[in-house]
């Protein structure tokens, strides 16, 4: 990283994706104060606007993320919890962000371990490069797993699963996270980021309310029972088709289904 530059790059493409990249590269995009904060005031400017097709969360120089900044004092002011702050202001980006209105996809090259893995699996979907690695060996460092990332394992991979990995501190590959159900998707290396934002191209171009609903039933899915998404399901749905869209769609998939019809038709005659 060039002296002066941002440790949190954010930029929003022409395609409306907005893209924010862990900038720390001489410290393998270890998280500071300063990164959690500009990450704050990233998801403050996205929440004041029209929220974007999606977002991406990434690092830089091959790597995303190795975890908490040991070299950094992870204390700010005085109190029983001070010397929690740093994680503190983690948890509440990580919080923001599984409740952003948009599809938010982690671009893991090089690895996620500690924090590092929380804030990648806060996202809807993980996409990682061929030769990523993952772990949580907050043991071995004398502290116990932070950011929500007991919470995030054991609803993506099940308790004993999580339970050996946190134990364990040990480190995962993307075959064994892609087996493990860890990752969404597997890439060519280095193609992880490019391969998040095709996807989100394609993402919610007839409808961005209904993709915006989608996502909260997921949210609602994965915090509630089935009858709490049930209900939501009956809500949205009924949101969803007194809109427009619903109506060009229909209306649209019905000419489709027509033509294919017609000339079926005309080739069987």
Request: glycine share 12%; charged share 20%.
């Amino acid at each position: 990283m060039a002296e002066g530059a941002p440790p949190l790059l954010v930029e929003r493409t022409e395609d409306d994706i907005v893209i924010v990249t862990l900038n720390r590269r001489q410290a393998v995009n270890s998280v500071s104060f300063e990164m959690w904060e500009l990450f704050g005031a990233a998801l403050d400017e996205i929440e004041r606007n029209t929220p974007p097709r999606g977002l991406v969360v990434t690092g830089a120089g091959g790597f995303f993320c190795i975890g908490g900044d040991v070299k950094l004092p992870p204390a700010r002011g005085q109190g029983a919890l001070s010397p929690a702050t740093r994680l503190e202001m983690g948890q509440r980006i990580i919080a923001r962000l599984r409740k952003l209105p948009v599809p938010v996809i982690s671009a893991v090259e090089g690895g996620a371990f500690g924090i590092g893995l929380a804030l990648a699996l806060s996202a809807d979907m993980v996409f990682a490069g061929e030769g990523s690695q993952f772990g949580a060996p907050f043991i071995d460092y004398g502290t116990v797993p932070d950011g929500g990332a007991t919470w995030l394992l054991e609803r993506q991979i099940g308790r004993y699963r999580t339970a050996e990995l946190i134990f364990s501190g040990r480190t995962i590959d993307v075959a064994e996270a892609s087996s493990l159900g860890l990752i969404s998707r597997a890439t060519p290396k280095g193609e992880a980021l490019s391969t998040a934002v095709e996807f989100l191209k394609n993402v919610g171009q007839g409808n961005r309310h209904a993709t915006e609903l989608a996502k909260r039933l997921l949210q609602g899915a994965q915090e509630g029972g089935i009858d709490a998404s049930h209900s939501l399901e009956l809500a949205y749905c009924a949101i969803c088709q007194t809109g427009e869209e619903v109506a060009r769609a229909r209306e649209a998939f019905i000419a489709k289904a027509q033509a294919a019809r017609a000339a079926k038709a005309e080739a069987k005659g």
